[in-house]
């Protein structure tokens, strides 16, 4: 048995502005601050070197903890999709994988958002215990990633965040 199972998180979003504004806000360093993982008041280091193996960080400080989230980009396509690895060495040095893929319609974009979440087990564990870690993994990420996006949605369509996260 492996040390770890893989549960794959799929969302879809639909936005008001055009696919390149959105893709724009996961890439733009000021962008990113204002809503990914936190908001721009606790969000303290952003970097960005958006290329096809370029690396990118965030650090948010909360309650006194620092968390630093690290990946690479593995695909970029300009307005369409783009590939990154995550991780966050302070819980685990396991790295997940995630895909945005934009699409224009008539009344704006659709964001198709699959996050591959890797999920550590010890050796020991039964198969309910991984498909509970697997569960809880996939319901703690889809949390997260919900309020991001309603920052995500309210940044691109009215240039501001007020959501509190």
Known sequence: MNNYSTTVLTMARHFEVP?????????????????????????????????????????????????????????????????????????????????????????GCEMIFTHNINVPHEPSWTEADIEKAKAEAYDGTEHGWNLMFMGLKELVETGKVSYTG
């Not at 962008?31 to 650090?59: A, H, S, Y």
């Not at 968390?67 to 369409?80: M, T």
């Not at 999709?81 to 945005?100: C, N, Y």
């Open 19 to 107: 696919a390149e504004k959105v893709y724009h806000a996961w890439l733009n360093p000021e962008m990113m601050k204002k809503w990914l993982f936190t908001l721009e008041r606790t969000n303290k280091i952003i970097r960005n070197n958006p290329i096809v193996g370029g690396d990118w960080e965030i650090v948010d400080h909360r309650g006194g903890v620092d968390y630093r989230a690290i990946g690479k980009y593995v695909e970029l396509d300009v307005p369409h999709k783009l590939v990154f690895t995550f991780k966050m060495p302070q819980f685990s040095e396991w790295e997940d994988t995630i895909a945005v893929e934009l699409t224009e319609t008539s009344q």
